[in-house]
């Protein structure tokens, strides 16, 4: 059985602090997020990390910061090693030439390993944990009909003998073609049903999971894109794997001399922003995370992550808190909307391929990487910066763009 290749990370005390953890009903967890809300040290100490305006403490005092939150994540919750960790950190020598600085470099997270990869591994290791340890036999979720998280979590249900239902949204009635993540759900053995349009995912899914109750199964139910907590997920699960992102980057970033000033990310339900923001207020480097919208507003979105930061500090017992005006995003590039092709992103998805030989998707990271260009030529960063793009995944859409994309390559 494939399972047998899964093991839990080795911790200290781990199992006593898992249950404290558990423990703690989510409502007590807002409240005490509330309460940490109106401390004023608090809310200093999280806004200044997060807007880069303290002084840089060296790079011992970042490291031993690094390994206590680390510490403090393992103390806390079970992960599994779906995983393949750490993945590669690499210089974008030609992308930085041609742009004229700053030093861009690539965390490579489409290399996670599972299925093609992506960022979904990082937060399934911590997610099906959860459902493991509750004896969950089929895991419940929903997203869009080309989504990765869906993908991933089919794989990663497949590892571990699971079930996987995935109600998958359509956006038009044009007729659905079972190809890039649609052709690997099938493969992976996922029941994947396609919802009629203006069906209310979550009225099915809690359906679902009646029925499998009511047959003597033990569903686990967990949003899109595995950030919010909510149904069965009771903790920001999704968010911890983007805690332990950004540790992973600062360690990679150390060895070469260098300390991220700016981490850039394609953001949508906002689980991989939170974790990634929470971990640089931690960390105390100065490092300052970006979201770009692949969908949401601007203000949507900053709402939404403050949230599940705040949420994650807390499941955590950081004293941290934030508020959307500390979470950086720019909806600038969404172009026409979420999953819709335009120019900039097929450039930047052809400029990267050719000068780097990396392949992007076109609705994350292409779109990520044509703001990211913007931001460069525009004069948002300075020269001597260093700023981290992390590949977030999702390259099996590109097949299923194929003829929009060969109308833009040249
Ligand atoms: C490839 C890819 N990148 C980025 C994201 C955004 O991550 P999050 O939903 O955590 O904001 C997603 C979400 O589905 C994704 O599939």
């Not at 394609?266 to 974790?275: C, D, I, R, V, W």
Request: charged content about 20%; glycine content about 10%.
């Amino acid at each position: 059985m494939c399972s047998a290749a899964l093991q839990f990370a080795p911790k200290e005390g781990m199992m006593s602090s898992v249950r404290l953890t558990r423990s703690r009903s989510p409502a007590r967890a807002r409240s005490m997020c509330a309460a940490a809300s109106v401390s004023t040290f608090l809310i200093l100490s999280a806004c200044t990390a997060t807007r880069g305006e303290t002084s840089r403490p060296g790079p011992a005092a970042t490291s031993r910061a690094a390994r206590s939150l680390e510490r403090r994540v393992e103390s806390r919750f079970d992960r599994l090693t779906i995983a393949h960790l750490p993945t590669p950190l690499e210089e974008m020598e030609v992308l930085t030439a041609e742009l004229g600085g700053p030093r861009l470099l690539i965390k490579r997270d489409d290399q996670t390993g599972l299925a093609f990869g992506g960022n979904k591994a990082r937060k399934l290791d911590y997610i099906m944990a959860d459902a493991q340890a509750k004896g969950a036999d089929v895991i419940i979720t929903w997203a869009g009909l080309q989504s990765n998280w869906c993908r991933q979590t089919a794989a990663a249900a497949a590892m571990m003998g699971m079930r996987a239902i995935l109600l998958l949204s359509r956006r038009d009635d044009s007729p659905v073609v079972i190809d890039g993540n649609l052709l690997l759900n099938a493969i992976l053995g996922a029941e994947a049903r396609i919802l009629p349009l203006g069906t209310d995912p979550v009225e099915v899914a809690q359906q679902i999971a009646e029925e499998e109750r009511a047959a003597g199964n033990t569903p686990y139910v967990v949003g899109v894109g595995g950030s919010s907590t909510g149904f069965d997920m009771e903790e920001p699960l999704g968010a911890m794997g983007y805690v332990t992102a950004l540790i992973e980057t600062h360690n990679q970033a150390e060895v070469r001399g260098a300390v991220p000033d700016y981490v850039v990310i394609p953001t949508g339900s906002g689980g991989t922003q939170a974790g990634l923001v929470v971990a640089a207020a931690a960390l105390r480097a100065g490092t300052k995370i970006i979201g770009i919208s692949v969908s949401g507003s601007a203000d949507a979105i900053r709402r939404n992550v403050a949230r599940i930061a705040s949420e994650t500090a807390d499941a955590l017992g950081l004293r941290l808190s934030f508020s959307p005006e500390d979470i950086i995003v720019f909806d600038d590039y969404v172009g026409e909307g979420y999953g819709i092709l335009n120019a900039p992103t097929a450039d930047a998805i052809q400029r990267v391929a050719r000068g780097e030989g990396i392949l992007l998707d076109p609705v994350y990271t292409g779109k990520a990487m044509s703001g990211l260009i913007d931001l460069v030529e525009t004069g948002y960063f300075d020269p001597d910066d260093v700023v981290v793009f992390i590949h977030t995944g999702g390259t099996p859409a590109i097949f299923h763009y194929g003829d929009e994309l060969l109308r833009y390559i040249r």
